[in-house]
């Protein structure tokens, strides 16, 4: 799976977001990654959205993880406040990765021995402003033999 959206504003972040929820099935982890400010929560706010979340999606920056009710259940994570791989796994990522929900991870690149081999990279791109090339594609899992 290959996805590309390239927006103009804000909006269009979060509609690529919205979008790109369709594609997501029970068990994916998606593995955000972009500069600071470049959408990574606005994008997520949209995938929630496009999952039926009704509830306000916020960076889980202090919270760390935020849990929401949809259709399969979407966790959000963030590691930009964590010190150490130990402490994601501290949180039980594992038992969230390896469940029935969908998770986010943004600024997933901290800590990619975390990430499952066949997770979605969304890599955010800031081009100007207000603009954002998003590419969105799936890790290819390592088979034994490789």
């Not at 990279?121 to 899992?141: D, M, N, P, Q, W």
Request: overall charge negative.
């Amino acid at each position: 799976m290959r996805q590309e959206f390239v927006t103009n504003s804000p909006e269009e972040t979060f509609g690529a977001g919205r979008r790109f929820a369709a594609s997501l099935v029970a068990g994916d982890v998606v593995a955000l990654t972009g500069e600071l400010g470049s959408g990574k929560t606005l994008f997520t706010q949209g995938i929630a959205e496009g999952l039926g979340v009704e509830d306000v999606v916020n960076s889980p920056t202090f919270k760390l993880i935020g849990e929401y009710d949809s259709t399969p259940p979407l966790y959000h994570f963030d590691f930009y406040r964590l010190e150490s791989a130990e402490d994601a796994v501290a949180l039980g990522i594992e038992h969230y990765f390896m469940g029935e929900g969908i998770s986010v991870v943004e600024w997933a690149d901290l800590f990619l021995q975390l990430i499952p081999d066949d997770a979605i990279e969304v890599t955010i791109t800031v081009t100007g402003e207000k603009s954002r090339e998003i590419l969105a594609e799936r890790r290819e899992a390592e088979t034994a033999g490789d």
